[in-house]
């Protein structure tokens, strides 16, 4: 069992930078992939970034490529998501979820992307980004 709980949300103007925290409880967080979705009002949620186990082979939606890196910190439990240089169609509920199925993020793309395939979510943190 993972819990997965988001952080570092908030109101920016574009051009500027967020950086969100998910912490994770529980013994599986070192064993599983990690990703970040996000959903827009009246859009399906969407893939952003993953990250391996190790914390080292990383995946990114083509809108983020170049903006955002991801990283992990497996002692602590915790995966990131910078975010540099926001737009406003950055705007949305960012959620962080885990996957024990996901083997190689960068290998296997499809299902990294795929929400199905993730095990645990989080409850999602809002960013807004102003024009």
């Known amino acids: 069992q993972v819990q997965l709980v988001e952080s570092g949300g908030g109101l920016v103007q574009a051009g500027a930078s967020l950086r969100l925290s998910c912490a994770a409880s529980?013994?599986?967080?070192?064993?599983?992939?990690m990703g970040w979705f996000r959903q827009a009002p009246g859009k399906e949620r969407e893939f952003v970034a993953a990250i391996g186990r190790g914390g080292i082979s990383t995946y990114y939606e083509d809108s983020v490529k170049g903006r955002f890196t991801i990283s992990r910190d497996n002692a602590k439990n915790t995966v990131y998501l910078q975010m540099n240089s926001l737009k406003p169609e950055d705007t949305a509920v960012y959620y962080c979820?885990?996957?024990?199925?996901?083997?190689?993020?960068?290998?296997?793309?499809?299902?990294?992307?795929?929400?199905?395939?993730?095990?645990?979510w989080g409850q999602g943190t809002q960013v807004t980004v102003s024009s």
């Open positions: 979820a885990a996957s024990a199925k996901i083997l190689g993020v960068v290998s296997t793309p499809k299902r990294t992307r795929d929400p199905s395939l993730y095990d645990y």
């Open positions: 529980g013994r599986t967080f070192s064993t599983s992939a």
